[in-house]
């Protein structure tokens, strides 16, 4: 069985999971940790909104929410900070108003950000827990 590293999304420790996993409970916090890509196509209004893989929130989707994701892709509409761990992906449909922070930014012609925007692999020390050991994730090319 396929597993991968992530990061727990409450506590930020290193979690190994199966790849097609849905949810873990997080070894070190006993939080459950959401490991399944998320596609948000409807209203999600909560007060954190994460998962340890990739979301999708699609044109359709309006998220009133403090988001967390591995990689974030928007194409609708996000109220409410951000942190992708890799990619930060904004569509021309997307809408976001809130502080975001990626290692890096896609930023489409059209697409609307208001908010702080901290963008850089520096802006995510949390990466450098998935470094192999003895190798920081600022030291990969």
Do not use: W
């Amino acid at each position: 069985m396929a597993h991968r590293r992530t990061l727990c999304t409450q506590c930020d420790d290193v979690l190994d999971v199966a790849s097609d996993a849905k949810s873990v409970n997080c070894p070190h916090c006993n939080t459950r940790v959401v490991t399944e890509p998320l596609d948000v196509s409807e209203y999600v209004a909560v007060r954190r909104f994460a998962t340890a893989n990739r979301m999708h929130i699609t044109k359709k989707g309006k998220v009133f929410a403090s988001v967390r994701a591995d990689d974030l892709h928007v194409e609708g509409f996000l109220h409410g900070d951000a942190v992708s761990l890799t990619r930060l992906r904004l569509s021309k449909t997307a809408h976001v108003t809130g502080n975001v922070r990626a290692a890096f930014l896609s930023l489409e012609p059209g697409a609307t950000l208001v908010g702080e925007v901290r963008i850089g692999p520096s802006e995510v020390p949390e990466l450098g827990r998935l470094a192999p050991p003895g190798r920081s994730a600022s030291s990969e090319g």
